[in-house]
Structure formats: structure tokens, C-alpha cells
């Protein structure tokens, strides 16, 4: 039986239930996993994870160690429709990796590329809180959905790899400005105009 209440110790118990975390989620996933489970695992009452994380999508970013909550950061894109939605994507995404939090989405992605399970890790927020949220932001056919998605994330992935990660020239040092003049119609296309020909 599963102890409940505090351990000894609030930094202990907060790091158990980031363990189990970690774990919880690598194994069955964002949806599979759940704060029930979780707490079991690491000896502690689920309201006890609900005191040091808040919700599910909370304790998830918290094991990510994301730089950025997509839960705030996504409506604020979405917000005035879908006019203009290449540009103002591409500029906030911009934004962030050139700021401070860039440098933890960067670790993040290169430890991506280098383990199994972290890039299980970044899918599973990919997934589930960057796109679903998005998707769920969009009106748009539910059959079309997930492809546009899918679109949107490999231009997305592509200008972290070649401006942040490998830092290919001109691209590396092109102005905010230039890059959203260049890749915003592209963005803005995925998502508003028709994927195949007539």
C-alpha cells in the first residue's frame, strides 16, 4: 500500500514525483499516464502532486523542464483567427528561441536527437501541447487536422535545426524579420489554403 502525505522533506518529495513522472510518461504517454499512478509510484497522495504541480499538463512541462508553457503562449497566437496566423506563429516562435528560453529548448532538442527516450519526451509535448492545443485553437477539417499539423511542425523543426542547432549561414544570422517574410506564407498556406490540387 502506498504511503500518503508529505515524505521528509519537500524538495525529496517534489523530486520522487518528478521521477515517477519522468517515468510514467516515457512509458505510457502524455494521455496514458495519469496523476493516480504517478503518485503511487512515487509513495506520495495525489493530492500531494496536485500541491507541487497543479494539473497533469503542469507536472508534464515540470519533467520536460520546458522552457515555455504552450498553454499561455498558444492562445495568445490564435486569438485573432486565422489571418495573419504564418506570421504571428512564425515571429512568436522566433521570439522564444531567440530569447533566454532558448538555450533549454535547444538542450532539449539535442538531447532529442541523441536519446530514445528523450526524443519520446519531446513528441509527447509536441503532441500534446503544442499541436493538439493548436489544432484545438483552428477551424479546420478534422480529417485535414493532424496533416497540417504535422506540415507546420517540420517547418518548424526545420528552422531550429538550421538557425539554433547547426547554425547554417545566412540563415543563422538573418533578422527576425527577414525569416517571417520568407517562411510565414509557407505557415500561413499549411493551414488555411487547400493541401491538394483540384
Do not use: C
Amino acid at each position: 500500500m502506498a504511503r500518503t502525505g508529505r515524505r521528509p522533506g519537500n524538495q525529496d518529495t517534489r523530486q520522487a514525483i518528478l521521477t515517477a513522472a519522468r517515468h510514467a510518461f516515457a512509458e505510457r504517454g502524455y494521455d496514458g499516464a495519469s496523476i493516480r499512478q504517478i503518485a503511487t509510484s512515487a509513495g506520495v497522495d495525489p493530492a500531494l502532486v496536485h500541491h507541487y504541480f497543479g494539473a497533469k499538463d503542469k507536472l508534464f512541462l515540470a519533467t520536460m523542464e520546458a522552457p515555455i508553457d504552450p498553454g499561455e503562449l498558444i492562445p495568445k497566437i490564435f486569438e485573432a483567427g486565422l489571418d495573419g496566423i504564418g506570421e504571428r506563429l512564425v515571429r512568436t516562435f522566433l521570439g522564444v528561441w531567440d530569447s533566454p528560453a532558448g538555450s533549454s529548448a535547444a538542450a532539449l532538442f539535442r538531447s532529442a536527437l541523441q536519446h530514445e527516450w528523450s526524443a519520446r519526451m519531446l513528441r509527447e509535448f509536441l503532441v500534446t501541447q503544442v499541436l493538439r492545443r493548436a489544432i484545438g485553437h483552428l477551424q479546420l477539417d478534422p480529417a485535414e487536422a493532424p496533416r497540417r499539423a504535422a506540415l507546420v511542425a517540420s517547418q518548424m523543426a526545420g528552422i531550429v535545426m538550421v538557425r539554433y542547432i547547426l547554425k547554417v549561414e545566412p540563415m543563422a544570422s538573418m533578422s527576425q524579420d527577414e525569416i517571417v517574410y520568407s517562411i510565414a506564407p509557407t505557415i500561413q498556406r499549411y493551414l488555411t489554403e487547400p493541401l491538394h490540387k483540384p
